[in-house]
């Protein structure tokens, strides 16, 4: 991030770039927070002491007890139960909707660049129109007509991802796709898919592992903030954005139940946008570029 | 230039109409039966044929589109289907409250996050600089709901200086509009500030890279009229895009802040509207949001042409 300073002046062709940054020490916490948050959503449900829907504590907002360490929400729920829980949900709907959304969006993007003429045009005029469609409007659309089921929302989130993500990688293709060695690639008769999978995709992973990083953290918010309209993740499960909208009544008392999930949410986002910064660090894109 | 801006907006009107085609596609060939959902399971068949006849549900697809996209144009915005009340009326007295939160959210982080990003160029690697890149980094991993109960717990709960809802905002005087704006518009701020100061930071430390610029600092021009004489003015293409496609973000960002404070504008309208498949009420405000969203696109190109000579006279 920090770069050599503009204020000094320097002789032509000094800046080098490094191949791998060194791990930081923000990359380290970010790494971290991220390994942290898999194991949550891997082991989470195993290591609940209490079932998602069992009632523990009598009262709204019980205090922590020892027999739940994090005391109980709205309807004497165990609050840690539900979020080992509901990390699944957080994490892996995040991380599922952006797999895919990412799979599509690099299929398109790379065999756009490739191929060009009037695929390539078609592709760009629709992700035009796709990319003037704010996302949340888009979800609320759907989810209107199709009600909050667990494959709608996915499906949703996948496909909001997949225009930017074509973008991005349609625009870094075009840059290889251009290069000797993929034209020799294409003398030597190499099929299209052969083309992209072995000649294009290995020259391109590092901007597309900040890429995917960035739209990770975008899903994790957007889902978590689907949530909260109580348009995400239907009762009696939930995840940590749905626990924050039922909770927020303890808001006002300091309860547990409402902090905590969104603390959650935070350090998760945070994990990624850390580990996004530090896999950036060395290459020419800024976080900012792509963020939403 | 007058040949550019006409295109782009032909194009923003076109970009339009395919998102009238969709708003409409969504809502309307997915599955669920309207009449069954305004008159409940336990209706007759008979009912519900009725209704169906009477909102004109029968007819083909095609036309009830047809005369849908006449009827939005004419400013027939039909009826909503869980009050029965005109959809004109519905939306008229929510639109002006969402417009009066965007524009003071936009009032204060443009200006704000533009300044602090240039701050933030003039002393990379300080300090200052790097402090401010991490608390923007957090505050971004937040989402604007978490932002805005933390805000409600600080001002609201813990010091009282606020409310924590703004279900009835007053308008009419000042004190009550500073009450009731101050957390929606903070949380806005929140949201957008660090997409805009990253950029502003980036873009002024990519110029400063050029040799011109390191000829005018050994001829020895001052840091600041560097900064914002030579630097600022080939910096400002790529922040006001970014400036755009943040405002373009408030458009959005306002759903979730609507409801997080219960603030009676569209965006809350489209959320509750949404939860009861309020079809027409859905319709309309996702157009409003639409047009807003390319408005906003357009008028960045726009400015874009304006502060890029380069663009300016192209043919």
Redo the contacts between chains.
């Keep these: 991030?920090?770069?050599p300073?503009?204020?000094t002046?320097?002789a032509?062709g000094t800046?080098t770039r490094r191949a791998r940054p060194p791990l930081s020490g923000?990359g380290r916490i970010g790494l971290g927070l991220l390994a942290l948050n898999v194991l949550l959503a891997a082991a989470g449900p195993y290591l609940a002491p209490h079932a998602v829907g069992e009632i523990v504590a009598r009262g709204a907002f019980a205090p922590a007890s020892p027999a739940s360490l994090l005391g109980g929400d709205y309807l004497g729920r165990d609050v840690l139960s539900r979020l080992l829980h509901g990390a699944r949900y957080s994490l892996g709907v995040a991380a599922a909707a952006t797999t895919l959304g990412f799979l599509a969006g690099l299929t398109g993007g790379f065999t756009a660049a490739e191929i060009r003429g009037r695929f390539d045009l078609a592709v760009t005029w629709l992700l035009?129109?796709l990319l003037?469609?704010?996302?949340?409007?888009?979800a609320?659309?759907?989810?209107?007509?199709?009600?909050p089921t667990l494959p709608v929302l996915v499906g949703t989130i996948a496909f909001i991802q997949s225009a930017r993500v074509a973008r991005v990688a349609r625009a870094v293709a075009m840059g290889i796709a251009a290069l000797e060695f993929v034209e020799v690639a294409r003398a030597r008769g190499e099929s299209l898919f052969s083309v992209l999978a072995r000649e294009i995709l290995p020259n391109a992973v590092r901007p597309l592992a900040v890429e995917y990083g960035l739209r990770l953290?975008y899903a994790v918010?957007f889902m978590?903030?689907l949530s909260?309209?109580?348009?995400g993740i239907q009762p009696p499960e939930a995840d940590w954005?749905g626990m924050?909208r039922q909770n927020?009544s303890g808001?006002?008392y300091?309860a547990p139940a409402?902090i905590f999930p969104?603390v959650l949410?935070?350090l998760l986002?945070?994990g990624v946008?850390?580990t996004v910064?530090w896999l950036a660090a060395g290459s020419d894109r800024?976080?900012?570029?792509e963020?939403? | 230039m007058l040949k550019l801006i006409v295109s782009r907006l032909g194009l923003g009107v076109a970009t339009l109409w395919v998102m009238s085609v969709l708003v409409f596609a969504a809502t309307e060939i997915l599955p669920g039966d309207v009449a069954t959902a305004i008159l409940g399971q336990e209706s007759t068949p008979e009912a519900r044929a009725i209704l169906t006849k009477r909102l004109g549900l029968d007819r083909p697809v095609t036309e009830r589109y047809a005369r849908w996209l006449t009827g939005m144009l004419r400013g027939d915005l039909g009826l909503s289907l869980a009050t029965e009340t005109p959809v004109s009326r519905i939306v008229g007295l929510r639109i002006t409250n969402t417009l009066v939160l965007a524009a003071v959210a936009a009032v204060l982080a443009v200006p704000l996050s533009i300044g602090l990003g240039l701050l933030s160029a003039a002393y990379p690697g300080s300090p200052f600089d790097k402090s401010l890149g991490v608390v923007s980094l957090i505050v971004i991993s937040l989402p604007e709901f978490v932002v805005g109960l933390l805000l409600v717990l600080l001002l609201a709960v813990q010091l009282k200086v606020l409310p924590s809802m703004a279900t009835t905002p007053d308008f009419a005087s000042l004190p009550g509009l500073v009450r009731a704006l101050t957390l929606p518009a903070l949380t806005l701020l929140a949201s957008v500030q660090a997409h805009m100061i990253r950029m502003t930071r980036a873009a002024v430390l990519d110029v400063m890279r050029q040799p011109y610029i390191e000829m005018a600092l050994l001829k020895g021009a001052s840091k600041r009229r560097i900064l914002l004489r030579h630097a600022l003015p080939n910096a400002l293409a790529p922040i006001v895009n970014v400036v755009a496609l943040n405002l373009g973000y408030l458009v959005s960002g306002v759903v979730v802040v609507e409801v997080v404070f219960t603030y009676p504008g569209l965006g809350r309208l489209l959320v509750d509207s949404v939860a009861t498949r309020d079809i027409p009420v859905v319709q309309v405000t996702g157009m409003i949001f639409c047009t807003a969203y390319i408005l906003l696109t357009l008028a960045a190109d726009v400015v874009a042409v304006f502060t890029n000579p380069r663009l300016r006279y192209a043919k």
């Design positions: 991030m920090t770069g300073s503009a204020w002046a320097s032509p800046r923000l035009d129109i003037s469609f704010p996302p949340i409007l888009l609320l659309l759907v989810i209107a007509g199709l009600g953290s918010l978590s903030s909260f309209l109580g348009l954005g924050v927020v808001l006002y300091g409402a969104a949410i935070g986002v945070l946008n850390l910064d800024h976080l900012s570029e963020l939403r």
